[in-house]
């Protein structure tokens, strides 16, 4: 799941953020000193969960999650101050945790969102009546059913190369095919799908597969040895701790 943490102590932020790293099915997304910084990221790109502070100046995090709505994120509460733990699940918090609060403790919440977010995501892939198709297989599976020119096509997910944004719609482009697969779908919904097959949004208007990249220059990336995409400032973090995990060298 992509996750963000907001907490403007840099040291609890640090500590946090090493937390998160400890948790296998947590991708550290960023993390952010002020929900204002904060919502920059969640407008800018896909984030399934955060991990928020309460008392923050500016705004604080019990404001901060009321005001992103029904679009919010999974969010899990962190504060010193054990009175907010009502407030906390009237906004339908995951869980709440009490400062100081150990990996283990961090690990057992974030157990507890993944609980919610597969069944969030097992309500959206079940088959509608009269047999329709969401658009998404099962995320174990390794392919993808879309609507398209009034029929359903399916896709290998391991064979996408890489998904552009167009107006409305989205070009999926696919090994050994022309032409794209044109989709009327958003770009975060196939992000969620994707990110857990390994693909990385790194642009606005791009998602990659990342086995399909086989060079990284700059602010560029180049797909199967011909396609060049850009990375933009917005992911340009995330793709780079993912470099990071993967560089070997000096």
Not at 50 to 70: A, E
Not at 140 to 160: A, G, H
Not at 210 to 230: F, G
Request: net charge negative; with cysteine.
């Amino acid at each position: 799941m992509r996750t963000i943490a907001i907490d403007d102590e840099p040291l609890a932020l640090r500590q946090i953020g090493n937390y998160i790293g400890k948790v296998p099915f947590l991708e550290l997304v960023a993390t952010c000193g002020s929900a204002v910084e904060a919502r920059t990221i969640i407008q800018s790109q896909s984030v399934d969960l955060i991990f928020c502070d309460i008392n923050m100046p500016d705004l604080n995090g019990m404001d901060f999650v009321k005001s992103l709505g029904d679009e919010a994120p999974m969010v899990i509460f962190t504060t010193a101050y054990s009175e907010y733990a009502v407030e906390g699940f009237k906004v339908n918090a995951v869980d709440y945790l009490l400062k100081p609060f150990s990996a283990d403790d961090l690990r057992k919440s974030a157990e507890r969102a993944r609980e919610k977010y597969d069944l969030i995501h097992r309500a959206e892939l079940a088959p509608q009546p009269g047999g329709a198709v969401t658009g998404a297989a099962e995320p174990q599976d390794d392919e993808l059913f879309f609507k398209t020119d009034y029929k359903i096509i399916r896709v290998d997910i391991p064979k996408i190369r890489y998904v552009e944004a167009w107006s409305e719609y989205i070009r999926i482009y696919v090994e050994g095919q022309k032409s794209p697969v044109v989709v009327l779908l958003s770009m975060k919904k196939l992000d969620e799908r994707l990110a857990s097959s390994g693909f990385m949004r790194i642009h606005r208007s791009y998602i990659v597969n990342l086995k399909r990249i086989t060079e990284v220059d700059k602010n560029v990336v180049v797909i199967d040895d011909l396609m060049q995409l850009p990375v933009s400032e917005s992911y340009r973090e995330a793709f780079q701790n993912y470099l990071d995990r993967k560089f070997l060298g000096k």
